[in-house]
Nanobody
Framework: QVRLVESGGGSVQTGGSLKLSCAASGYTATSYCWGWFRQIPGKEREGVAAIYTPTNSTYYGDSVKGRFTISRDNAKDTVYLQMNDLKPEDSATYYC???????????????????WGPGSQVSVSS
């Protein structure tokens, strides 16, 4: 069972930056799809970004392309989401997720991911 814990959320003003981290443990396979999703109350969970290991191929939602960057540090077993030029509409609870390599065939679909972190809150004020 993969265990995930997010950190790095907080409050910033429009145009600011935050970097989320997701520490992973308990995984044994060499091929995984790691994703970041976000959700606000009353709305469906939205795919933000994903990365496939071992190729490090990356995928992004249209609303964050050019502003967010997903990366992974294999030595630290950590996945990052660098968020720049933040906007009020980026405010949400952000979740880290892990799935088998096949999850990256549809990398922004939360139904393909089996392990989830508890979430980290991001608030962007105007």
């Amino acid at each position: 069972q993969v265990r995930l814990v997010e950190s790095g959320g907080g409050s910033v003003q429009t145009g600011g930056s935050l970097k989320l981290s997701c520490a992973a443990s308990g995984y044994t396979a060499t091929s995984y799809c790691w994703g970041w999703f976000r959700q606000i109350p009353g709305k469906e969970r939205e795919g933000v970004a994903a990365i496939y290991t071992p190729t490090n191929s990356t995928y992004y939602g249209d609303s964050v392309k050019g502003r967010f960057t997903i990366s992974r540090d294999n030595a630290k077993d950590t996945v990052y989401l660098q968020m720049n030029d933040l906007k009020p509409e980026d405010s949400a609870t952000y979740y880290c997720a892990a799935g088998g390599g096949w999850a990256c065939y549809t990398p922004l679909n939360p139904d393909e991911f089996r392990s989830w972190g508890p979430g980290s809150q991001v608030s962007v004020s105007s």
